[in-house]
């Protein structure tokens, strides 16, 4: 499908990469937290998910990545739904082999949206599929739904080592410095659903028997007091609501 990749996917997502590589977990002169499922079972591998799309633009200098999503099963291609102050973009992350940059990236416009989007509980959605297509390399292959032919289209592939240490997940992640990314959610919910990862050969959905979820935050521990977190089903669903 098109889009960009390389340095021209980088240079594209300009501020956003920067603040979205600089993992920051406590506050500092400003906030890089996350909150949603963390998969802690090494039986399960890949993830299929069901993510929000919303047509909104960044402010403040403030980077919304919700959802983003990493598979379990030493996935190492970071899929991310990324509001930004050039509009919304979805990208692939690569994790792979010491790359740690944008792999491809494409804009979340009409063209997008006519293509790879539908309506799920009431909201503009895009469906994602990751799953490894070759163990003895670690190849990963990110899928997204094509809504017009009902068929998977490859998005991105990468292969290596993965190099980010830790979990894996499906959540909601914000980097802010002025707060002002909640006035730009005003009205919106961002949701995960139908989250499933692979075991044993079937996609199955995200449950306490192969991830966590965290009780909700407080929407002030994101900066955003007017947000509501809430575990719509355990795991496989989560919303953020800013009203």
């Known amino acids: 499908m098109p889009g960009l990749t390389g340095p021209a996917a980088l240079a594209d997502a300009g501020a956003a990469a920067d603040h979205f590589r600089a993992l920051t977990p406590h506050r500092v002169a400003e906030l890089h937290d996350a909150w949603g499922i963390f998969f ?5 591998s890949g993830l299929r998910a069901t993510h929000t799309v ?21 996935a190492c291609i970071e899929l991310t739904t990324a509001y930004t102050p050039d509009g919304p973009k979805l990208w692939a992350w690569d994790w792979c082999g010491g790359r740690d940059t944008i792999g491809k990236l494409v804009d979340m416009d ?3 949206t006519a ?3 539908t309506v799920v509980n009431g909201r503009r959605v895009y469906s994602m599929d990751e799953h490894r297509t070759s163990t003895t390399a670690n190849t990963w292959t990110v899928y997204l739904m094509n809504y017009r032919t009902h068929a998977w289209d490859v998005f991105y592939t990468s292969s290596g080592q993965k190099d980010i240490p830790g979990s894996s997940w499906d959540f909601f992640e914000v980097y802010t410095a002025s707060g002002s990314y909640c006035n730009d959610l005003r009205g919106r919910t961002i949701e995960a659903s139908s989250v499933k990862v692979s075991r044993n050969g079937a996609w199955v959905s995200a449950a306490p028997s192969n991830s966590t979820i965290d009780p909700p935050p ?3 521990a994101f900066d955003c007091p007017s947000m509501t977190f809430t575990v719509t089903h355990a795991n496989d669903d989560w919303t953020a609501v800013t009203r």
């Open 40 to 44: 802690n079972d090494t039986a399960s």
């Open 54 to 74: 919303l047509d909104i633009t960044a402010s403040g200098g403030d980077y919304v990545y919700a959802p983003t999503a990493l598979p379990p099963g030493n």
């Open 110 to 112: 009409a063209a997008f």
């Open 115 to 117: 293509t790879y989007t």
């Open 218 to 220: 407080s929407g002030a």
